[in-house]
């Protein structure tokens, strides 16, 4: 028993799944990874190039070619869509479930009279069939326009009109009457309700909410926290790991999404900020998970700015040779993603994409581990290397690794 590591450097897929054309056809031609190359032709990525990114991608480009040393493989996504939620779900041992497909029009009334019970007041705003609700003139409520629509509800608060308790409150209230798979709460500070309706938007379909990142609301003091559908912790990884009192460590979305009794938590966005506390736990801990979620290359995603997302990967590839020393022999780490999101597609939305899987061991080298049939893999990798029970879901390739 070591150290078990996983960095998922978010949205950074390496192709379109084969179910594409049939079930997301806007998605056709996705290549988050190799597009940015494309768009950014001089991007500074040694590490994650040595660790086998071309391998996953299947295509050399320039300078940058397939690496004989590496340990890699490539992961389909098993839950329906593409999203941050359900993804970090699924890497951590769950069986996904399709999620009911519904726009926030749909189930305004049931949402607005529950709200108002709850106490707070509300009003609503836009066009029958494509309004969002102003709750206590701080926070707005609904579709998010950043996953794929009818999945996921956005509580989007300003933090310096409304305390995050209330927007937990709210968030709760919201998720009470609903059943997509996930409901957002969220709020950040030097932000008005002025900046939020600035953001508003509707999509094809009627789906209207607010554009998270045109808002501001991540810029300053950002507090989330994500509130599920149908999701069991107890046959996840972390909380397997926490019941035989081995550590857990969540960093990034990961500790606001994924449930453990761990209070080794450190949410946060910064690239930068969350690698630091990366280090300082690798360094702490001789024995346990350590799983940390890297936002910026989403958030650059959505904002389809190729240029944004390439400065993102080359700090964290940076960041990553720098920690590689640290790990021995007995050591995992593994960099991978949770779903595309192609900057050059021609949409802000994730996109349906395998994912790289790229294994550091100390000593081990040029290992296959083939293209797996869900991101659960990695979490049953982790109960085999822990020797606690599995998870819910997946199939270990630690065997690949270490035979």
């Known amino acids: 028993m070591g150290r078990f ?21 806007r998605d056709i031609g996705a290549n988050t990874a190799l597009d940015i190359i494309k768009a950014v032709p001089n991007v500074k990525i040694p590490t994650l190039v040595q660790l086998g990114l071309m391998n996953a991608i299947g295509k050399e480009r320039g300078s940058l070619k397939f690496s004989n040393i590496a340990n890699w493989g490539t992961s389909n996504l098993m839950h329906m869509g593409a999203d941050s939620y359900l993804g970090h779900q699924e890497i951590m041992g ?10 926030f029009n749909h189930v305004i009334n049931e949402v607005e009279n529950k709200v108002k019970e709850d106490g707070f007041s509300v009003r609503r705003l836009g066009n029958p069939g494509e309004q969002i609700l102003i709750v206590n003139e701080a926070a707005t409520v609904g579709d998010n326009l950043e996953t794929d629509p009818g999945q996921v509800y956005n509580v989007s608060a300003t933090l310096d009109n409304m305390s995050f308790e209330d927007v937990i409150r709210l968030g709760k209230s919201v998720r009470s009457v609903v059943k997509v798979s996930r409901v957002i709460a969220f709020g950040g500070r030097k932000i008005g309700l002025r900046d939020l309706l600035a ?31 149908g999701i069991d912790p107890n046959v996840q990884l972390p909380s397997i790991l926490d019941s035989h009192g081995i550590t857990v460590s969540l960093l990034g979305k990961a500790a606001d999404i994924i449930q453990t009794t761990s209070k080794n938590l450190f949410p ?10 990366f280090d300082e736990q690798v360094n702490a801990i001789t024995d346990g998970l350590i799983f940390m979620n890297i936002q910026e290359t989403d958030l650059a995603g959505h904002a389809e700015d190729a240029v944004k997302y390439a400065s993102i990967l ?23 993603a949770d779903h595309g999101d192609d900057p050059t597609i021609g949409h802000s939305n994730h996109t349906r994409e395998k994912v790289p899987l790229l294994i550091y061991k100390k000593g081990t080298h040029n290992k296959y581990v083939g293209e797996r049939k869900t991101l659960s893999d990695v979490a049953a990798t982790g109960a085999e290397y822990f020797n606690v029970e599995k998870p819910a879901n997946g199939k270990s390739f630690l065997h690949r690794i270490i035979d």
């Not at 999509?203 to 609301?217: I, L, N, Q, T, Y």
């Not at 946060?268 to 630091?276: A, I, P, Q, S």
């Not at 940076?318 to 021995?328: A, G, S």
């Open 199 to 229: 953001a508003r938007k509707v999509k094809h379909g009627g789906f209207a909410g607010v554009d998270a990142p045109e808002s501001g609301v991540y810029n300053h003091d950002y507090h989330v926290i994500h509130l599920g559908y």
């Open 314 to 336: 080359e700090i964290a590839d940076k960041r990553i040779n720098e920690i590689i020393p640290v790990f021995n022999e007995e050591d995992i780490l593994i960099v991978m």
């Open 268 to 277: 946060g966005v910064d690239t930068n900020y969350l690698f630091d506390r």
């Open 5 to 25: 590591a996983i960095i998922v450097l978010d949205s950074f897929g390496a192709g379109a799944m084969d179910d594409v054309p049939e079930i997301r056809p």
């Open 94 to 103: 769950t069986i996904p479930k399709p999620p009911l497909i519904m726009g």
